[in-house]
T-cell receptor, first 112, second 112 residues
Framework: DGGITQSPKYLFRKEGQNVTLSCEQN?????MYWYRQDPGQGLRLIYY???????QKGDIAEGYSVSREKKESFPLTVTSAQKNPTAFYLC???????????FGSGTQLSVL | GQSLEQPSEVTAVEGAIVQINCTYQ??????LSWYQQHDGGAPTFLSY????GLEETGRFSSFLSRSDSYGYLLLQELQMKDSASYFC?????????????FGRGTQLTVWP
């Protein structure tokens, strides 16, 4: 079955540590997105990529970095510069010019 | 900037009908989407309205009035499994597709 796989489901970060969240899709979608969700908040866009080797900052990109070396993969690194990283992180993809986003099951990141 | 308002909570009983409203203020609006998210899970696409009027998909319908900057999601014949958070999201012209601005979500609780 096609879909988006995020791993790990839960992740803990120590002070000063960078951590990387994985996002893989086998839907053959060109566009991929990272959203952050805080309790009681809507989703906010961190980064997005329309094609391989290209990505753009979203609304809250500070303290995060991404890469898009393969169409299937769009990993997100939460750097030590992100002072409030505790949140639920959602990866999504979109097919062509369709309005529908497909989401992964998310990664809950917490700070030790 | 973009802003969306939706009620934080709605409760109803099984078999009932519930309407979740969404008002938005945005420049360059081009469409309103609705997503469902169960606790700790992936948001899933429910509907999309670009034009005024009602879109029906099974038990769920979505309505848009562009002149009023208003839309709603109508859920009929409520079932326990409909208990979830519901997010409205707007797409903005001039921005990349998939770059959605989300409301804070409405927590729907369905009682037996």
């Amino acid at each position: 079955d096609g879909g988006i796989t995020q791993s790990p489901k839960y992740l803990f970060r120590k002070e000063g540590q960078n951590v990387t969240l994985s996002c893989e899709q086998n839907l053959n979608h060109d566009a991929m997105y990272w959203y952050r969700q805080d309790p009681g908040q809507g989703l906010r866009l961190i980064y997005y990529s329309q094609i391989v080797n290209d990505f753009q900052k979203g609304d809250i990109a500070e303290g995060y970095s991404v890469s898009r070396e393969k169409k299937e993969s769009f990993p997100l690194t939460v750097t030590s510069a992100q002072k409030n990283p505790t949140a639920f992180y959602l990866c999504a993809s979109r097919r062509g010019r369709d309005e529908k986003l497909f989401f992964g099951s998310g990664t809950q990141l917490s700070v030790l | 900037g973009q802003s969306l308002e939706q009620p934080s909570e709605v409760t109803a009983v099984e078999g009932a009908i519930v309407q979740i409203n969404c008002t938005y203020q945005t420049s360059g609006f081009y469409g309103l989407s609705w997503y469902q998210q169960h606790d700790g899970g992936a948001p899933t696409f429910l509907s999309y309205n670009a034009l005024d009027g009602l879109e029906e998909t099974g038990r769920f319908s979505s309505f848009l009035s562009r002149s009023d900057s208003y839309g709603y999601l109508l859920l009929q014949e409520l079932q326990m499994k409909d208990s979830a958070s519901y997010f409205c999201a707007v797409g903005v012209r001039g921005s990349t597709l998939g770059r959605l601005y989300f409301g804070r979500g409405t927590q729907l609780t369905v009682w037996p």
